[in-house]
């Protein structure tokens, strides 16, 4: 790791963690959620990121097919609407300056999201971006992820 960012600014460690509450605290599914997360890991290149979300979803019960098959979700068959909203907003946020985030992709985000629930998720995928950013431009270690619910089952 290039610095450890835990370590050396916690409040800013504090406010990304606060973020990341609030979009909890809306309604949004968490499993949609961990579906978006990996998204923009994949989008993003972030390894460290890729390893979190898919075992917290596996923890979550998301079947293992949906997780493998996310890179390709506009042709699967096994993601809802909304999922795929989600996905779509997903990808044109990451990818925002080929993309210019486009009204049509926003019209399914609105169809199928409350008012609240697009302002959580857009924070939700702003989130996802910022940890990337953060894991892969300081280099959090590949694989070291370990879910702390398995940490505390194990003292």
Avoid at 91 to 116: G, K, M, Q, R, Y
Avoid at 127 to 137: D, H, S, T
Wanted: aromatic fraction near 8%; hydrophobic fraction near 45%; include cysteine.
């Amino acid at each position: 790791m290039r610095v450890d960012y835990r370590k050396v600014f916690p409040s800013a460690l504090k406010a990304m963690y606060g973020l990341e509450a609030a979009v909890h605290e809306s309604t949004l599914e968490p499993d949609l959620l961990e579906l978006v997360k990996v998204r923009a890991s994949q989008l993003n290149g972030c390894g460290y990121c890729l390893d979190m979300h898919t075992k917290d979803a596996e923890a979550m019960g998301v079947e293992a097919q949906r997780l493998h098959v996310v890179l390709a979700w506009k042709e699967a068959p096994f993601y809802s609407e909304r999922e795929r909203a989600a996905l779509a907003w997903c990808e044109a946020l990451t990818l925002l300056p080929e993309s210019a985030a486009p009204d049509d992709v926003f019209e399914e985000v609105e169809h199928n999201f409350s008012p609240e629930e697009v302002v959580a998720l857009t924070l939700a995928i702003v989130a996802i971006n910022g940890w990337n950013r953060l894991a892969v431009g300081l280099r959090s270690p590949v694989g070291s992820y370990v879910r702390p619910a398995a940490v505390q089952a194990n003292t």
